[in-house]
């Protein structure tokens, strides 16, 4: 089973950043896709950012100018820098890894969360 370890989460005044990492772990296999989604209270997941194994990025509009992924292949991580935080940026961030083990054999792994609270 993949694993996803996360960090980087923490309480921010509004205008500040935070760094979020995620490294994968164990039978990856080939990774086609890194990302982060988020979920705040009483919402439902949503994709903020992901990146292909190419470097190809993809961003919500609400994180646009502000977030920016990043990966490092070598390491089999995946970061998020955030700036300019705005409280409703306030939400648990989950890691997510898409790849595959053979042609026929795909995963989609998450990891734990982490919080990520922005005050106003």
């Known amino acids: 089973q993949v694993q996803l370890v996360e960090s980087g989460g923490g309480l921010v005044q509004a205008g500040g950043s935070l760094r979020l990492s995620c490294a994968a772990s164990?039978?990856?296999?080939?990774?086609?896709?890194m990302g982060w989604y988020r979920q705040a209270p009483g919402e439902q997941r949503e994709l903020v950012a992901t990146?292909?194994?190419?470097?190809?990025?993809n961003y919500a509009d609400s994180v646009k100018g502000r977030f920016t992924i990043s990966n490092d292949n070598a390491e089999n991580t995946v970061y998020l820098q955030m700036i300019s935080l705005k409280p409703e940026d306030t939400a648990v961030y989950y890691c997510?890894?898409?790849?595959?083990?053979?042609?026929?054999?795909?995963?989609?792994?998450w990891g734990q969360g982490t919080q990520v609270t922005v005050s106003s």
């Open positions: 997510n890894v898409k790849g595959s083990w053979s042609a026929r054999e795909s995963y989609d792994s």
């Open positions: 164990r039978n990856i296999g080939s990774i086609n896709v």
């Open positions: 990146i292909s194994s190419g470097g190809r990025t």
